[in-house]
């Protein structure tokens, strides 16, 4: 989601006469308003109240500065959102929920009553919202590998956002964020999809067990599908991976947020191979809707639908792109009415068909029953008081203590005694809850300063220390001697989101803070890194000077959860959600890639005062097993090992006679290996290591093979053509493509026009399928397509060559009336047709349509030119007769062969329209 970048005065409110909540919904009497029947009764009954403009209504979503209460009545809209740092002039919760009040007392003062759903971006906490409880962004519960935890949270949240009257959350964020340099690094749980898939928790978390219960709040899936992958991390970017690797890396989060029952999924800005996300059908309604059983609704991205035909602005090819792709909630900040005229457009026209209207909109108002907003459309008062409670700020410090990685602790610097001695901290970050929060912390960008309650890192440290210490800071070290006992830096990246965040560059510490670490270095006391970032940054040439290093991410208000770790009060525990590079050359750096970084995925360090004895190696591994082999990658799985102390993880072998060969290691008994060579047998065992170093004998070996690569894309799809084209629609049809591991299917792609304009996909077919019949196409209208064939590693052909079809015109068909008279003899037989136009308005270009219900078969005809498929015949005009006028007519004959019998046709139709007989 983007940020409202000009602030808008709110429209003034109208009376409060006006917007009163209608009377309840069983006094009505209609069955909608009927709490006790099934949803899909009371959406099917509301549907059938509907009119077009009341449909589209719901498929809009304003922004709360470019709209007012009278517009919400007027245009029936479905929702209302808060962008990033878009909040009443009360920014509290009571003002949030006035706010949200009177925007939905406008919606059920529309004739049907129906609510509108109030969105925001609760992404760590109500964010938005000054006093409530922010939490750690995702990366720092991702280090948590805690799921229940991010449950609870989603939990805290739900109460936070339902308190304010929000009804929808846009989170979780479910990306697998693969390359550093991306500015939305943060919000993403970790680097790998089952780290990524275990904490869709979140979802039950905000929705409950089943939505409509205490403080239940619709959650989204955000964003589908790819955007943590772009090329150099780049936002709203390009992912370029075969569809295999999508599934395998991207998809996995999404599936498990469909299991938990996710209520919608937001579209990324990003693209795949070079096509939009948010104009892709095959991803969004075929794989989305269709292959994963998505029953929720899809919502685009902030303005995200204005990016699909590449041009500035939204279009018409935006809008019909977007919706016939699976988008039911399009979100047009300040556009909005501007959207609704061009699909008002678009669907009196058939190109949006009803149909799809009727189940996006279907889709949302399931919704809305589920959630109960009917029966309690206005904010749950009883919620208002938690924004910022104790309970959910006590949960947020425990998240805080548990996101915290301890990366390294010579001579144990860590914990500090809290009692005795003097202690130094320093960096901006010790002092500032806007830093220590981050982006998407009451403006979009977030902001440096007092922003909104909380405890900094520093009053944490001050409130933990007991007697006899003393605390010393300053921002620049300036001050320290070497009278400490140890000196805290708080150091790391100023706060930043989507867009601002990217780093193409160096991904270090900025000049001020490496004078700090410079200066508290000088004064030889033993430096503590609490390093304050959304990433892992690269510091491997200044960790050498550091006695500790503290990732604490990004952890929101609940400073103390920070000091909480530094003095022992809570033991570290986190462990790392991302592979640390060793330099920002690397990137992208992940997990199994054969780089070496400067520590590794999962890794995290424990206090230990005085560690045990231990020189029992772990149990020995079983033996390894391969799954989900591919040409350069396999996952292996084995039984666990076990260990006196604990096993801490695991190193993979590949075994070739006498040698060994490293390829991977592990912290569980699982593994994703990657770079390995296509068509290549692996003989392969596993080590088991214990915290003190000691080393299991080796497994068993196990043996697996690599898949053949399939570089090489299927042929291109032959002759392409396009036939039975009604004033709706057309057949196109194809000879096979061939590949050398096996076509699996086609795709089609279709611009507006005889020349110009954007290609996208409109459908798919399986793999020994060569025709596909379009539909929905305008009368009169001009097209073109080509088709692509794809083999099973997801290689695409180049194009088949690009057929133009124009639609027949539309029309004229009602007022028509057909005379056949035969001429038989032996086999063979005329007919003489007629067609009469009967109408008031003239027949521009006609198409006659019949079946046979004997056996004849046409040989020829003049006038007209005649097909015939089976036993249906369409006979087109011959140019110079393709005018009828009211009352004319045009004559034409055909000639065929029969046996037995020669009946005539029982039934004719004109451009689809049907005919009387005379």
């Known amino acids: 989601m983007r940020l409202l970048r000009t602030r808008i005065a709110l429209v003034a409110l109208v009376g409060a006469s006006l ?116 939490f750690p962004h995702n990366i720092g519960l991702g280090a948590t590998r805690n799921p229940a935890l991010v449950q609870d949270i989603g939990r805290a949240v739900a109460e936070e956002v339902t308190g304010t009257g929000v009804d929808w959350d846009f989170a979780p964020c479910l990306c697998v964020a693969r390359n550093d340099r991306w500015g939305r690094t943060y919000e993403s749980f970790g680097e790998k999809p089952e780290l990524v898939s275990s904490m869709a928790t979140i979802v039950t978390g905000l929705q409950g067990s089943t939505l409509g219960g205490t403080a239940s709040v619709l959650a989204t899936a955000k964003h589908y599908v790819g955007d943590g992958g772009t090329a150099n991390g780049t936002d709203q970017g390009n992912t370029q991976l075969s569809e295999s690797e999508l599934r395998a890396i991207h998809l996995p989060p999404f599936q498990a947020a469909i299991a938990k029952g996710v209520g919608s999924v937001m579209i990324s800005y990003s693209s795949w191979n070079g096509a939009k996300l948010h104009g892709n059908q095959y991803l969004i309604t075929t794989v989305l809707k269709g292959e994963l059983g998505f ?57 949006v068909t009803t149909a799809r209207v009727d189940d996006a909109v279907r889709r949302i108002l399931t919704k809305k029953f589920e959630l109960g907003m009917f029966e309690k459309p206005l904010a749950d008062r009883n919620y208002t008081s938690s924004v910022g409670g104790a309970a959910h700020r006590a949960l947020a410090r425990s998240a805080v203590a548990q996101s915290l990685v301890l990366l390294k602790n010579s001579n144990n610097v860590l914990p500090i005694a809290p009692s005795g001695g003097k202690i130094f901290v320093a960096g901006r ?94 004064s030889g006391v033993p430096v503590v890194v609490v390093l304050v970032s959304g990433r892992p940054l690269d510091i491997a040439s200044q960790l050498g000077n550091w006695s500790a290093l503290v990732a604490a991410w990004l952890p929101g208000t609940e400073g103390q959860g920070v000091a909480d770790v530094l003095f022992n009060v809570v033991a570290p525990t986190g462990k790392l959600p991302m592979t640390w590079m060793s330099s920002a050359s690397q990137q992208p750096i992940n997990d199994g890639d054969g780089k070496t970084p400067l520590f590794a995925y999962g890794y995290g360090l424990s206090y230990s005062t005085q560690p045990p004895v231990d020189t029992t190696p772990p149990s020995t591994p079983g033996t390894p097993s391969a799954s989900q082999t591919g040409p350069n990658s396999a996952t292996l799985s084995w039984a666990a090992a076990t260990d006196n102390v604990a096993v801490t993880g695991y190193d993979v072998v590949r075994v070739q006679g006498t040698t060994e060969t490293a390829l991977a290691t592990s912290t569980t008994n699982s593994v ?33 093979s690599t898949t053949v690569v399939d570089g090489a894309p299927p042929t291109a799809p032959g002759s392409l053509t396009a036939s039975n084209v009604t004033s709706s629609g057309a057949t196109l049809s194809w000879t096979a493509s061939t590949d050398d591991t096996g076509v699996v299917g086609y795709r089609v792609f279709q611009a507006p026009g005889a020349s110009g304009g954007t290609f996208t996909q409109v459908g798919t077919t399986g793999a020994g399928t060569t025709a596909f019949a379009v539909t929905g196409l305008a009368a009169a209208s001009t097209y073109r397509y080509y088709v692509r064939a794809v083999d099973a590693p997801g290689n695409v052909s180049v194009d088949s060559n690009t057929v133009t079809v124009t639609t027949l015109p539309g029309g004229g068909g009602a007022g028509c009336k057909v005379g056949w008279v035969p001429n038989n003899w032996g086999t063979g037989f005329t ?88």
């Open 19 to 134: 917007l009163a909540v209608p009377t309840s919904a069983g006094a009505a009497g209609l069955p909608y308003q009927d709490p006790s029947l099934p949803v899909a009764t009371r959406v099917s009954d509301l549907l059938s109240r509907m009119s077009l403009d009341d449909k589209l209504g719901q498929m809009t979503q304003a922004e709360r500065a470019s709209v007012s209460t009278s517009d919400i009545t007027s245009y029936r809209l479905g929702s209302v959102l808060s962008g990033g740092g878009s909040a009443p002039s009360s920014n509290n919760a009571t003002g949030w929920a006035d706010m949200t009040d009177n925007f939905q007392r406008a919606a059920l003062a529309t004739p049907l009553g129906v609510p509108i759903l109030y969105g925001s971006d609760a992404v760590h906490g109500h964010n938005n919202v000054v006093g409530a409880t922010i």
């Open 295 to 351: 029953t929720g609704f899809v919502v685009s991205d902030w303005n995200g639908i204005d990016q699909i035909d590449g041009a500035t602005g939204m279009s018409a090819t935006d809008v019909r792109s977007a919706v016939n792709a699976g988008i039911d909630m399009v979100m047009v900040p300040t556009e909005w009415k501007n959207f609704i005229n061009l699909l008002r457009t678009e669907v009196n026209a058939g190109r």
């Open 429 to 522: 970050h010790a002092d500032n809850i806007g830093l220590q929060s981050g982006g998407w912390t009451i403006s979009w960008q977030g902001a440096s300063g007092n922003t909104t309650p909380g405890t900094t890192i520093l009053q944490g440290i001050r409130n933990t220390v007991g007697s006899g210490a003393t605390v010393t800071y300053n921002a620049s070290g300036s001050g320290i001697d070497s009278s400490y006992k140890v000196a805290i830096a708080v150091v790391g990246e100023q706060p930043y989101a989507e867009g601002q965040g990217d780093r193409t560059g160096d991904l270090g510490l900025d000049s001020t803070d490496l004078a700090t670490l410079a200066t508290l270095r000088n």
């Open 672 to 704: 994703a290996l990657t770079g390995l060579s296509a068509s290549t047998s692996y003989t392969v065992a596993v080590y088991a290591r214990d915290a003190a170093g000691n080393r299991s004998s080796r497994s068993a070996t196990g043996t697996f």
């Open 831 to 918: 007919a003489n047709i007629t067609i009469t136009n009967t109408g008031t308005t003239t027949i521009s270009g006609w198409t006659l349509a019949w079946t046979f219900v004997g056996n004849q078969v046409l040989t020829g005809g003049w006038n007209t030119t005649v097909t015939q498929t089976g036993s249906s015949v369409t006979a087109r005009d011959a140019g110079w007769n393709g005018t009828i006028a009211p009352g004319g007519n045009a004559q034409f004959g055909v000639q065929g062969t029969y046996s037995g019998s020669n009946p005539n046709p029982a039934a004719f139709t004109v451009n689809g329209s049907a005919c009387t007989l005379g």
